[in-house]
């Protein structure tokens, strides 16, 4: 079923509001008071509140994980998942994703108004973390009345918080399905963001980070920031395929132009970014990214951390052309949980379209996941 004659999906969406006696508690030490969870749901909560399914976003995505985007009119990131007769099928499952703390789509983050100064945070927001994430999402879940979550599932970043919700939250969690993902961010990873981060700071429109009291922002910089991001995404196969060395018209333009159709490409990736997300909300997750390693906090033992999730079923996912989160480091992920007496399913999938291709059409992915979601939701009682 193509995308475009896919079932409309019922969707609620909204913003909580957390009163200023339940602050967000940070792993800097400090603290949100009065903290906003934008959020998204599909489906119904059953009458025993078991089939809450938390799904957790990546970095430049959003809570409008299916659906139709209210900004961009696009079907919503994982439309491909979630659906009737799909994976996480509204009719058996309630769906929630919420936008991250941090983020730019109505949950707090750096261009939140400060309620001290009213005025947006800019850097003055304190520096978050995937735990940070996680934490504000468990205060969500629980004001929305789910005690016990039947999944938390993620690709990427995503992944990355459920691989923190088991360290966590492991007995508000009944299974976990984490695809393309990694259990730290490695110095490759940390140098890319490193790259965009800087090219964001060194445009002259990001007036150290309050160019919201200007009227303006860091187009140009975070556009690059994208662009460099962008090719971390995909595979050389990936690009060879779609692009090659074809030019963009006949001939060369013996300038700077984009020549070929490969810069165009990431040209207009960084143009359609700019459109739809906030440049310091970039700098903020992406340094959260390059702060995870769940080993750290557990005496650098991975298994540690999975110590108190062996009644958690674990479902992980990896892709052979994804080289920002390769195969080993999903390998390292599932020999941790089998040390920590955890039950694992791991699939390697043969793909040619690198780390997006958690986003993409992928056959293998949507019958791995449907299948351990089907059988935790035979285990868990489920109709």
């Known amino acids: 079923m193509t995308l475009e004659t896919t079932p409309p999906i019922e969707q609620d969406s909204g913003v909580w509001r957390f009163p200023a006696d339940q602050p967000l508690t940070l792993e800097s030490g400090g603290?949100?008071?009065?903290?906003?969870?934008?959020?998204?749901?599909?489906?119904r909560l059953n009458a025993d509140r078991s089939n809450a399914v938390l799904v957790c976003h990546a970095l430049t995505l959003d809570q409008y994980a299916a659906g139709i985007h209210p900004v961009s009119g696009k079907p919503?990131?994982?439309?491909?998942?979630?659906?009737?007769?799909?994976?996480?099928?509204?009719?058996?499952?309630?769906?929630?994703?919420?936008?991250?703390?941090?983020?730019?789509?109505?949950?707090?983050?750096?261009?939140?108004?400060?309620?001290?100064?009213?005025?947006?945070?800019?850097?003055?927001?304190?520096?978050?973390?995937?735990?940070?994430?996680?934490?504000?999402?468990?205060?969500?879940?629980?004001?929305?009345?789910?005690?016990?979550?039947?999944?938390?599932?993620?690709?990427?970043?995503?992944?990355?918080?459920v691989l923190q919700w088991a360290a966590d939250y492991p007995e508000r969690m009944f299974s976990a399905v984490c695809v393309a993902t990694a259990a730290r961010h490695t110095a490759q990873n940390i140098a890319f963001h490193e790259v965009g981060r800087q090219a964001i700071m060194a445009d002259p429109d990001w007036r150290g980070g309050e160019y919201a009291l200007h009227g303006g922002r860091p187009g140009k910089g975070?556009?690059?920031?994208?662009?460099?991001?962008?090719?971390?995404?995909?595979?050389?196969?990936?690009?060879?395929?779609?692009?090659?060395?074809?030019?963009?018209?006949?001939?060369?333009?013996?300038?700077?132009?984009?020549?070929?159709?490969?810069?165009?490409?990431?040209?207009?990736?960084?143009?359609?970014?700019?459109?739809?997300?906030?440049?310091?909300?970039?700098?903020?997750?992406?340094?959260?990214?390059?702060?995870?390693?769940?080993?750290?906090?557990?005496?650098?033992?991975?298994?540690?951390?999975?110590?108190?999730?062996?009644?958690?079923?674990?479902?992980?996912?990896?892709?052979?052309?994804?080289?920002?989160?390769?195969?080993v480091e999903s390998r390292q992920i599932v020999r941790a949980l089998n040390a920590a007496g955890a039950r694992a399913s791991f699939v390697e999938i043969e793909s040619d379209k690198g780390h997006d291709a958690f986003l993409l059409d992928e056959p293998v992915m949507e019958a791995a996941l449907a299948g351990f979601l089907d059988a935790a939701g035979a285990a868990r009682g489920l109709s």
């Open 31 to 43: 603290q949100i008071d009065g903290l906003e969870m934008a959020w998204s749901s599909y489906g």
């Open 76 to 161: 919503g990131w994982w439309t491909r998942l979630i659906g009737p007769g799909k994976p996480l099928d509204p009719a058996k499952h309630f769906i929630v994703c919420a936008n991250v703390v941090g983020g730019c789509m109505g949950s707090t983050g750096p261009g939140s108004i400060n309620p001290v100064t009213g005025r947006p945070w800019g850097l003055a927001f304190p520096v978050i973390t995937i735990g940070d994430m996680v934490r504000a999402q468990a205060m969500l879940i629980e004001a929305m009345g789910v005690s016990t979550l039947f999944a938390v599932v993620g690709g990427s970043m995503g992944g990355m918080q």
């Open 222 to 327: 975070l556009a690059v920031a994208r662009m460099a991001a962008h090719i971390t995404y995909l595979s050389e196969a990936a690009l060879q395929r779609k692009f090659g060395r074809e030019l963009q018209r006949d001939g060369l333009s013996w300038g700077f132009d984009a020549d070929f159709q490969v810069e165009s490409y990431l040209r207009y990736q960084g143009a359609s970014f700019v459109d739809r997300f906030d440049a310091n909300s970039y700098l903020y997750i992406t340094r959260a990214m390059d702060y995870f390693d769940l080993a750290a906090a557990h005496g650098g033992v991975l298994a540690e951390a999975f110590r108190k999730a062996r009644d958690v079923r674990f479902c992980v996912l990896s892709f052979t052309s994804d080289w920002l989160y390769p195969t």
